[in-house]
């Protein structure tokens, strides 16, 4: 069992900084947790309050119900993987699997038992006998990983341990973490500022600003029902596109007009009792790239809208294309399948489905639906 409850917690630094901000996170035990958010958002922080390697301002935390704000970080039985890896230099890999184990005074029998088992999850048999320099950065980071795995604790922590590996190389450890999870059954939580490993490894995320938990949810959620407009254009790629506008009401029906009067539409009944009940009238019309599409002749149903803008930029990825076009004085990103015949500069009629939209409120940023 390996719970863990952060409680209202903060962290102000020496110079004043609230690096954290009343945070407040409950980990299930097995769960794999992502903390997700731009640089400085505080992740890292968290997360080393969680090890014990920074002292904790205000709040509590809790592992498996029990305080341990004042537990030093080698009583905690948590392990951690940093970004840089920390290996030895100068000792093998099986010497730097062992070392903490050594500390902790294992006996023989036991370290090599823990290590060949760690080797074998990981397949580092091979390069037990090796020195770090010898090997390659996902084989390093492997180590790094087994240096946690012998050590058997409760929680995992993982502090961007990707982020130094090329692109081909982190999507295999990706899966690699993720199958790791699953075979070791471990309470983890991850820290990374790239939204795609977010939403691929997490059983839930939570995503952070200033300080501040901004949204704890499932990756699906996040995607679909992001709580305000700093959740809805962080989680995705291309980004959800924006669009400034009012909502106006006239002969009790609601419409949505952008701010040049270039758009204007009826909008979905779903959304007429949180706008009536809070007065919203200026609003960010929200729509993921995908869910935009370019009209064809009469391809246009009943819940969609034309948006018509103009093409600055098509790239052709192969399976699909984006198009970067403006609408009044916004970038707009679009997503199709396959090839788009398209010119620069001409304009374009897309549509719009209404289903897909979301508005978010100008003033606190918050998803209307949500309220
Ligand atoms: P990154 O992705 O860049 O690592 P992060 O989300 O992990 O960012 P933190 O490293 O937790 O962010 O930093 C949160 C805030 O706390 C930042 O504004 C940072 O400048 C500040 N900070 C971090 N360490 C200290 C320190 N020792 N003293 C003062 N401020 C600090």
Redesign the pocket.
């Known amino acids: 069992m390996a719970e863990v409850i952060l409680k209202n917690v903060s962290?102000i630094?020496?110079?004043n900084?609230k690096?954290?901000d009343n945070v407040t996170i409950n980990i299930k035990d097995k769960e794999f947790v992502v903390l997700v958010?731009?640089?400085?958002?505080?992740?890292?922080?968290?997360?080393?309050m969680l090890a014990g390697l920074e002292d904790i301002s205000e709040g509590e935390i809790l592992i498996d119900g029990k305080i341990i704000n004042d537990l030093p970080p080698k009583d905690r039985d948590i392990a951690m993987v940093f970004q840089n890896y920390a290996l030895y230099p100068h000792m093998t890999v099986y010497e730097n699997l062992a070392f903490g184990l050594k500390l902790r005074k294992f006996d023989k029998m036991e370290i090599e038992k823990r290590i060949n088992e760690a080797a074998r999850i990981l397949g580092l048999e091979k390069y037990l006998n090796r020195k770090p320099k010898a090997l390659s950065g996902g084989q390093r980071q492997r180590v790094a990983v087994g240096r946690a795995i012998v050590r058997n604790p409760k929680v995992f922590l993982f502090d961007?341990p990707l982020s130094n590996l090329d692109a081909k190389l982190r999507v295999q450890m990706r899966s690699e973490i993720s199958r790791l999870h699953k075979e070791l059954g471990a309470t983890i939580v991850y820290?990374t500022?790239d939204q795609v490993e977010a939403m691929t490894m997490g059983d839930k995320i939570v995503v952070?600003k200033d300080?501040r938990v901004q949204q704890i949810d499932t990756p699906l959620n996040l995607y679909n029902k992001p709580v305000n407009k700093f959740v809805a254009e962080f989680i995705g790629s291309p980004s959800m596109n924006f669009i400034r506008g009012e909502i106006l009401v006239e002969n009790a029906q609601l419409f949505f007009q952008s701010a040049l009067k270039n758009l204007t539409f009826l909008i979905p009944d779903r959304f007429k009792t949180p706008v009536i009940k809070h007065s919203i009238q200026q609003v960010w019309l929200g729509i993921r790239p995908e869910d935009i599409h370019l009209k064809t002749e009469n391809s246009q149903t009943d819940n969609q809208v034309i948006l018509e803008s103009k093409i600055q930029l098509i790239e052709p990825l192969g399976n699909q294309t984006l198009v970067y076009s403006t609408f009044e004085d916004q970038q707009i990103i679009s997503e199709h399948r396959g090839f788009l015949s398209s010119r620069k500069d001409a304009t374009e009629q897309f549509l719009i489905d209404k289903n897909k939209i979301h508005f978010f409120d100008q003033e606190t940023e918050l998803r209307i639906e949500t309220l």
């Open positions: 962290k630094y020496d110079d900084t690096a954290v958010g731009p640089s400085g958002c505080g992740k890292t922080t968290t997360l080393r961007e820290v500022h952070m300080g």
